[in-house]
């Protein structure tokens, strides 16, 4: 069941209707949510939610044992029992097949004729996300920063609650469970934005990554040969754009969706083409996975407490395996490669330079100016300063975008030699671009102009939004499902992040 889908959006008004209508009675309310939660996830293959909830299980009995247990030794043996069934899971069903073929591609090579072992078995939808959600709980109350959930039915559905489920947000049980416990109320400006976020996820979603991945990206990267360079290079771009919207948009959804149900999520996007650096871009780009293998792996790998080079080491190892998180696939863990070498760099960068920068260093010559100065000379030197400033500003975000875009190469390409081939093409520097139509460029200027929209305007647009009378609300909601309508595809394209 597909967000962009006539289905979710009658599931959601039936899940919406029946959850305030039991709102009196709390466990009622998180009963049902459970349940249609997991109705949500049976749409894809029933016979996994045997999966998801033979995690939840293992976890919540696991939980419940760290908190109560002082022995340290057992509560290693505990918290190990609930991690090595989280990633049991995710080894078996999503990395088996890519390491049992790994391995008979080495011995094959050795000289030892070998068919890999590979089993028949689909990939879970999201199982990469409710099994970080799930391990995460068992950590924080090993580490005794949580307490366990108060109820079995409340940590049932903090891992299965539908919005995020198969594409996150990650949340954290310190941000869900409390809200559980608590009685949940719905007020006109949460509904109201609820609403917004909802309508500008699909606009996202529909309009702008399915339209770029229709009439571009898909066409150029499924045969890099048969374009220009500079066709290659716009569809580069607009994969950017394209997996941003398809992956905020869902954002989008899933946080308004949980707003109309009396929950809040936190953000995953702000502007992360707007980043000055990769330190930067990792600050804004899918916040929940980020944060993730900051608390949970980056720290545990040593973090920035154990000298520079450790620093580099567990940057570079924490990026490779957030690859591996996203694919079983060598261009995932090169895409993870690249990112942890470059975000390395940063952090050798901003080590060597310390507190001076580039622009501080020009703007700072620039306002070097004596007492005797006129008036006229301080306005110019001023001036030049704020011009310089914005300028090298602009440099170190392009430059961060573009670096991005390459990478991005990688993570979209079937494979390493796909990849090679799109870049291979971009180097011919081969002019003309009759393959993208008026249209095509009219989504990419939109993409990144709703990208550019300053976060303060766009709080200010869903206040709006939220405060207009419900039938101005309801006149938009039509106009907007218009739009989303007359520019859909003719078959519902998946979001891409339900591939993990």
Same mark, same amino acid.
């Given at each position: 069941?597909?967000?962009?889908?006539?289905? $979710?959006?009658?599931?959601?008004?039936?899940?919406?209707?029946?959850?305030?209508?039991?709102?009196?009675?709390?466990?009622?309310?998180?009963?049902?949510? @459970?349940?249609?939660? !997991?109705?949500?996830? &049976?749409?894809?293959?029933?016979?996994?939610?045997?999966?998801?909830?033979?995690?939840?299980?293992?976890?919540?009995?696991?939980?419940?044992?760290?908190?109560?247990?002082? +022995?340290?030794?057992?509560?290693?043996?505990?918290?190990?029992?609930?991690?090595?069934?989280?990633?049991?899971?995710?080894?078996?069903?999503?990395?088996?097949?890519?390491?049992?073929?790994?391995? *008979?591609?080495?011995?094959?090579?050795?000289?030892?004729? /070998?068919?890999?072992?590979?089993?028949?078995?689909?990939? #879970?939808?999201?199982?990469?996300?409710?099994?970080?959600?799930?391990?995460? !709980?068992?950590?924080?109350?090993?580490?005794?920063? @949580?307490?366990?959930?108060?109820?079995?039915?409340?940590?049932?559905?903090?891992?299965?609650?539908?919005?995020?489920?198969?594409?996150?947000?990650?949340?954290? =049980?310190?941000?869900?469970? %409390?809200?559980?416990?608590?009685?949940?109320?719905?007020?006109?400006?949460?509904?109201?934005?609820?609403?917004?976020?909802?309508?500008?996820?699909?606009?996202?979603?529909?309009?702008?990554?399915?339209?770029?991945?229709?009439?571009?990206?898909?066409?150029?990267?499924?045969?890099?040969?048969?374009?220009?360079?500079?066709?290659?290079?716009? *569809?580069?771009?607009? !994969?950017?754009?394209?997996?941003?919207? +398809?992956?905020?948009?869902?954002?989008?959804?899933?946080?308004?969706?949980?707003?109309? @149900?009396?929950?809040?999520?936190?953000?995953?996007?702000?502007?992360?083409?707007? &980043?000055?650096?990769?330190?930067? $871009?990792?600050?804004?780009?899918?916040?929940?996975?980020?944060?993730?293998?900051?608390?949970?792996?980056?720290?545990?790998?040593?973090?920035?407490?154990?000298?520079?080079?450790?620093?580099?080491?567990?940057?570079?190892?924490?990026?490779?395996?957030?690859?591996?998180?996203?694919?079983?696939?060598?261009? $995932?863990?090169?895409?993870?490669?690249?990112?942890?070498?470059?975000?390395?760099?940063?952090?050798?960068?901003?080590?060597?330079?310390? #507190? /001076?920068?580039?622009?501080?260093?020009?703007?700072?010559?620039?306002?070097?100016?004596?007492?005797?100065?006129?008036?006229?000379?301080?306005?110019?030197?001023?001036?030049?300063?704020?011009?310089? +400033?914005?300028?090298?500003? /602009?440099?170190?975000?392009?430059?961060?975008?573009?670096?991005?875009?390459? *990478?991005?190469?990688?993570?979209?390409?079937?494979?390493?030699?796909?990849?090679? =081939?799109?870049?291979?093409?971009?180097?011919?520097?081969? #002019?003309?671009?009759?393959?993208?139509?008026?249209?095509?460029?009219?989504?990419?200027?939109? *993409?990144?102009?709703?990208?550019?929209? #300053? +976060?303060?305007?766009?709080?200010?647009?869903?206040?709006?939004?939220?405060?207009? %009378?419900?039938?101005?609300?309801?006149?938009?909601?039509?106009?907007?499902?218009?739009?989303?309508?007359?520019?859909?595809?003719?078959?519902?394209?998946?979001?891409?992040?339900?591939?993990?």
């Amino acid at each position: 069941m597909l967000f962009n889908s006539i289905e $979710f959006i009658i599931f959601l008004i039936v899940v919406f209707g029946i959850t305030w209508l039991v709102s009196r009675w709390r466990m009622v309310q998180t009963i049902f949510l @459970l349940v249609a939660s !997991y109705f949500f996830y &049976a749409n894809w293959n029933p016979w996994y939610l045997f999966l998801i909830f033979f995690t939840s299980n293992v976890d919540y009995l696991v939980g419940g044992a760290l908190y109560r247990t002082t +022995d340290q030794t057992r509560r290693k043996l505990l918290l190990w029992l609930s991690l090595g069934t989280d990633l049991g899971v995710l080894a078996v069903f999503k990395y088996f097949n890519f390491f049992a073929s790994q391995v *008979a591609t080495s011995m094959n090579a050795a000289g030892m004729s /070998v068919d890999p072992v590979l089993l028949a078995v689909a990939l #879970p939808v999201g199982i990469s996300f409710f099994t970080f959600q799930s391990m995460s !709980y068992t950590i924080d109350i090993y580490r005794r920063q @949580l307490e366990p959930a108060d109820s079995y039915w409340q940590y049932l559905l903090f891992v299965a609650f539908f919005p995020q489920l198969v594409a996150g947000p990650i949340v954290r =049980a310190s941000v869900f469970l %409390p809200q559980v416990r608590q009685p949940r109320g719905l007020s006109r400006e949460m509904g109201g934005i609820g609403l917004f976020l909802i309508m500008s996820g699909l606009v996202k979603k529909v309009c702008i990554a399915d339209y770029l991945a229709v009439n571009l990206v898909d066409r150029v990267f499924e045969n890099p040969t048969w374009f220009t360079s500079a066709e290659v290079l716009a *569809a580069v771009y607009g !994969y950017a754009f394209q997996i941003y919207c +398809d992956f905020s948009g869902y954002s989008d959804v899933a946080i308004g969706a949980a707003l109309l @149900l009396g929950f809040r999520l936190p953000d995953n996007f702000r502007s992360p083409y707007g &980043a000055v650096n990769l330190r930067d $871009f990792w600050r804004r780009w899918h916040i929940s996975l980020s944060t993730w293998l900051r608390d949970y792996l980056y720290i545990p790998l040593g973090g920035s407490r154990k000298g520079p080079w450790r620093t580099y080491l567990a940057l570079a190892a924490t990026m490779v395996l957030g690859g591996l998180w996203h694919g079983a696939a060598w261009t $995932f863990v090169v895409w993870g490669g690249l990112h942890g070498v470059a975000l390395a760099l940063t952090r050798v960068f901003q080590r060597l330079r310390g #507190p /001076v920068t580039v622009r501080g260093m020009v703007t700072g010559a620039l306002l070097d100016m004596g007492p005797g100065d006129p008036a006229w000379a301080r306005v110019t030197r001023a001036t030049s300063a704020v011009v310089v +400033d914005t300028a090298v500003r /602009v440099g170190m975000i392009l430059l961060t975008f573009h670096f991005v875009c390459f *990478a991005w190469i990688f993570f979209r390409a079937k494979s390493y030699d796909h990849a090679v =081939a799109i870049l291979g093409q971009l180097a011919k520097l081969t #002019p003309g671009s009759a393959n993208v139509v008026p249209t095509v460029a009219l989504a990419l200027f939109a *993409a990144w102009a709703l990208h550019c929209l #300053p +976060d303060q305007w766009v709080g200010l647009l869903r206040k709006i939004f939220a405060r207009m %009378p419900f039938v101005v609300q309801a006149l938009i909601m039509v106009a907007v499902s218009a739009l989303v309508y007359s520019v859909a595809q003719s078959k519902v394209v998946p979001f891409i992040y339900f591939q993990f």
